[in-house]
């Protein structure tokens, strides 16, 4: 059989002309994809792989064709009317619940107060399981504001208007990852801001015309603000309409070239965000672009993902620097940031073309024995999903290595199961193995729901499951396809729509900027948003992949590779391969990061302590895509050795022998040995053994494809 890989190549494509026909913007301010009228700083090109081709989608259609039904769990409590809730967001817990949530744009932490808002600079604090730097405000800034509502947001910004009590606007702010800047700009009233720091003209700095610049130092950290001449008196400043003032976080020991580029930047406030993409054979890029106000360049700080590896030159770069829980971020000077990330080609099944004779004998047999010891499917949109994944990687295995009459009632039973799930009219009359539309929402829900995903926690976890699924079984069956695409096609929309609708976010899941996935609907928490397994995450990346191959849709298959490229690069970078030689991590004492935050990083799962949890979370299920975790064997072995402290018999021990297999000919060796060995009881409900052992055998003769070490 053929594998099934998802196309990769550089596509051109214009998008949508921003002011200046150089300029591609991918989406929009609120929830249509409207352009953003105001000016624009992106360069006229960029390095790497020209923009690709968006996917063509009728969303209307396919949400349309599924069962409405209002059963998600959420209540945007401040969102202006007729935007899409925005789920699974860094800046979520700003919308939901009845306090907002501080959010980590980066680098400076933001919270909404009763009154305004508050910008800090996180002090990362390490001890032996976490690195923390909670939200403490250096500067606050009161605009007697009574009520707060998002009024607009893209890829990478959010707005806010600050109301008084008639619901008048009183003026806008504007955060944006990866920018230093709190920006309020004033409403047709105009606005009187008191400050809670003592600001003075600032030494060193060259302001904008018409501008003044000033600087505070609270808790240890400086800040600057710019604001027109004469607007500051004191700890007041009086903005007549559309002025702005923006505070900032400085730099550790700023240079004067740093306080320069970020007065001048601040003047013209950042107002929202653009986003590109474009994927080769070599690397998948993202270019993220600052939109300002008049079209002047900003300034952005880089993440170390951002950093690693082959990147592009970045002109006027590390002119200063910030600290963080991800280590240190870079700031430069100017308004678009873009990033390469070794390209991962989604992947459906193992290259076992130079496996011996005798192995696959063993793994045929195995086949056999799995086959006859599945148990029923589960009904909730978790395990029922990862239960079909499982099926449909042991059929595809069986009939790689010759056993298509002993899985043939096996792909049967996953094929029914798979059909009642695609059914877009089941859940009218059934509550489970279906899924529904819910308008309000604006998202598709499944029944029955798990792990809060009628909350919209994991949809990428979840649907990522079903279309693997659905991609592998369909890959040959085109009348199967037919059946599976009105839902597939949904799912795919669910939580991966590259362009926004009043039907979908843009990407519901996806963080341009962190390059990963967050997995909370909500966020009601005070850490931001988080994301445990970000092997799941690529797996979701991967499904999508594999179902845009089956259903012969090119330009998402370009997109799957895009996303599955980007979150293995964070992956690495921040889970399994965090750089612990950085100052950051003195005092921690583990070889990975199971559960990172906007503000937190944790040695912690949601459901157990076991050290092999802490590991097995950042590796199901892995699958034919994960030669990603490759390049770093003495790394591979001490975090196998932190995860298996008792031996193997212990939880995700198949897992991790499959991980352990990446480290070296001798590491696979013994892999093989001990998974014949290993109970029943620790194979994972959403693996097989005959799988782990052509996972092991596959890497054992190359089969497996691997990145280089960054």
Request: charged share 20%; aromatic share 8%.
């Amino acid at each position: 059989m053929t594998a099934r890989r998802g196309t990769v190549i550089g596509i051109v494509a214009a998008v949508v002309a921003v002011v200046v026909a150089a300029v591609v913007l991918l989406g929009g301010r609120g929830t249509g994809g409207s352009t953003n009228q105001a000016g624009v700083a992106r360069a006229a090109s960029v390095e790497g792989p020209e923009d690709a081709d968006l996917p063509e989608v009728d969303t209307q259609a396919l949400v349309e064709g599924l069962e409405q039904k209002a059963v998600a769990k959420i209540a945007p409590v401040r969102l202006a009317e007729g935007l899409v809730p925005p789920t699974n967001r860094w800046f979520s817990g700003l919308v939901f619940g009845d306090e907002p949530q501080p959010v980590f744009p980066l680098p400076a932490s933001f919270g909404l107060t009763d009154s305004g808002f508050g910008v800090g600079m996180p002090k990362p604090v390490t001890s032996e399981k976490a690195i923390v730097a909670p939200h403490v405000p250096g500067v606050t800034v009161d605009a007697g504001a009574q009520d707060v509502r998002i009024s607009a947001y893209d890829t990478a910004t959010v707005s806010m208007e600050l109301l008084d009590g008639e619901g008048a606007v009183l003026g806008t702010v504007v955060i944006a990852e990866g920018s230093p800047f709190a920006s309020f700009t004033a409403g047709d009233s105009g606005a009187s801001l008191t400050l809670d720091a003592a600001f003075t003209p600032a030494a060193g700095a060259t302001a904008a015309e018409g501008t003044s610049v000033a600087t505070a130092t609270t808790d240890g950290s400086d800040y600057g603000l710019v604001t027109p001449e004469g607007a500051l008196e004191g700890s007041s400043v009086t903005l007549e309409a559309g002025a702005s003032a923006t505070v900032y976080p400085l730099p550790q020991d700023a240079s004067d070239e740093a306080l320069t580029a970020l007065a001048a930047a601040a003047a013209d406030p950042v107002v929202g965000s653009e986003l590109s993409y474009g994927v080769n054979e070599q690397v998948a890029r993202t270019t993220i672009g600052y939109v300002t106000a008049s079209g002047s360049p900003s300034a952005y700080v880089t993440m170390p993902h951002h950093r690693l590896g082959e990147q592009p030159e970045r002109a006027d770069c590390a002119i200063g620097e910030y600290a963080s829980v991800y280590g240190t971020l870079e700031l430069c000077a100017g308004s678009t940031l873009t990033t390469w990330a070794p390209t991962v080609e989604p992947q459906g099944e193992l290259d076992l073309a130079d496996v011996p004779e005798d192995k696959l004998t063993v793994i045929r047999e195995q086949v056999a024995k799995d086959v006859e010891s599945t148990v029923p499917f589960p009904s909730d949109t978790y395990f029922g999903g990862k239960a079909l994944n499982r099926a449909a990687t042991l059929v595809v295995l069986g009939e790689q290595v010759g056993a298509e009459d002993v899985v043939a009632p096996l792909r049967e039973k996953v094929t029914e199961t798979l059909l009642e799930w695609a059914d877009p009219a089941r859940c009218a009359t059934e509550d489970a193995r279906c899924f529904v539309y819910d308008d309000a929402a604006k998202g598709v829900v499944g029944l029955t729901p798990s792990f809060g995903a009628d909350e919209f926690n994991d949809h990428h976890f979840h649907y990522g499951y079903f279309l693997a699924a659905a991609g592998l079984l369909a890959a040959d069956d085109e009348g199967l396809r037919d059946q599976l695409a009105p839902v597939m096609d949904v799912l795919a929309q669910d939580i991966a729509a590259v362009t926004a609708s009043e039907w979908f976010p843009e990407l519901r899941n996806f963080d341009v900027y962190a390059g990963h996935a967050w997995a909370s609907g909500t966020s009601p928490f005070a850490d931001g948003n988080n994301q445990e397994s970000s092997s799941e995450a690529i797996n979701a990346w991967n499904g999508l992949g594999l179902w845009a191959a089956t259903s012969g849709q090119d330009e998402l298959g370009v997109q799957a590779t895009w996303l599955t490229s980007a979150e293995a690069a964070s992956t690495k970078a921040y889970w399994t391969d965090p750089d612990l030689e950085h100052p950051v991590f003195e005092g921690f004492e583990h070889e990975v990061v199971s559960l990172n935050w906007g503000g937190k990083r944790d040695y912690a799962t949601w459901f157990s302590p076991d050290p092999g949890a802490m590991l097995g979370i950042l590796l199901l299920p892995m699958s034919p895509v994960s030669g990603y975790l490759a390049g770093d064997p003495e790394g591979i072995r001490a975090r196998v050795a932190e995860g298996t402290p008792d031996g193997w018999e212990a939880k995700f021990s198949d897992y991790i022998l499959a991980y352990s297999a990446l480290a070296g000919p001798e590491d696979a060796a013994t892999a093989w040995d001990e998974s014949l060995k290993l109970s029943d009881e620790w194979i994972d409900d959403g693996n097989s053994r005959a799988y782990l052992l052509a996972w092991i055998a596959a890497v054992e003769s190359g089969g497996v494809p691997s990145l280089p070490a960054s």
